[in-house]
């Protein structure tokens, strides 16, 4: 079954980028049907989609946090990564990769998520 | 504050019924499909519900929910230890400021 992980730095600097990728196992990106995305949780608190891809290249990201994200994907290594720019500590989070399915957007299955703290 | 609105706790004791509420708009639960979402402590969310009333395969039939206007609700009959987690639903948001909303999240305790 497809398997989802995240990766990348668990410390960032204020007002530079966060990067982390996932890497899916399991099944192809490529395949379609399926809307790569990205989810994040606050220390104690609760979910906040952040956007997603589709394997052509297509986006679609949370309205709040638009002027900052990138979502892009690599198909030929089965990955899809986001960078979200000037970081604040209000970005500091555990952030989750899932697959996405419509009608209007699902998430299953989760990657086991990543904690990214912002300070310097 | 989030955009659907979750009781932040309930509890029951083993073999209870319990329900946990969503209440969003006409934007969101009003014109769209309801998700659940069980995050068991220290995991990630896992599906629970989908497309208002769906069980994924591997969901207990304990686990089921509804969809009213622009409320939604999760039943979790026979309530067992395990069952102790955070629940959180989903929709999404038709709005110009929506895209895919969650409730801020139920904690089940069983006592």
């Known amino acids: 079954q497809v398997q989802l992980q995240e990766s990348g730095p668990g410390l960032v600097k204020p007002s530079q980028t966060l990067s982390l990728t996932c890497t899916v196992s399991?099944?192809?990106?490529?395949?379609?049907?399926?809307?790569w995305s990205w989810i994040r949780q606050h220390p104690g608190k609760g979910l906040e989609w952040i956007g997603y891809?589709?394997?052509?290249?297509?986006?679609y990201y949370n309205p709040s946090l638009k002027s900052r994200v990138t979502i892009s994907v690599d198909t030929s290594k089965n990955q899809f990564s986001l960078k979200l720019s000037s970081v604040t500590a209000a970005d500091t989070a555990v952030y989750y990769c899932?697959?996405?399915?419509?009608?209007?957007?699902?998430?299953?299955?989760w990657g086991q998520g990543t904690l990214v703290t912002v300070s310097s | 504050q989030s955009v659907l609105t979750q009781p932040p706790s309930a509890s029951g004791t083993p073999g209870q019924r319990v329900t946990i509420s969503c209440s969003g708009s006409?934007?969101?639960?009003?014109?769209?499909?309801v998700y659940w979402y069980q995050q068991l402590p220290g995991t990630a969310p896992k599906l629970l519900i989908y497309?208002?009333?769906q069980r994924p395969s591997g969901v207990p039939d304990r686990f089921s929910g509804s969809k009213s206007g622009t409320s939604a609700s999760l039943a979790i009959s026979g309530l067992r230890s395990e069952d102790e987690a955070d629940y959180y639903c989903?929709?999404?948001?038709?709005?110009?400021?929506?895209?895919?909303?969650f409730g801020g999240g139920t904690k089940l305790t069983v006592l």
């Open positions: 006409s934007s969101n639960i009003g014109s769209n499909y």
């Open positions: 899932a697959r996405g399915l419509l009608p209007q957007l699902w998430f299953d299955p």
């Open positions: 989903a929709a999404w948001d038709d709005s110009l400021s929506g895209g895919e909303v």
């Open positions: 399991g099944g192809s990106i490529s395949s379609g049907g399926y809307y």
């Open positions: 891809i589709y394997y052509s290249g297509s986006t």
């Open positions: 497309r208002n009333n």
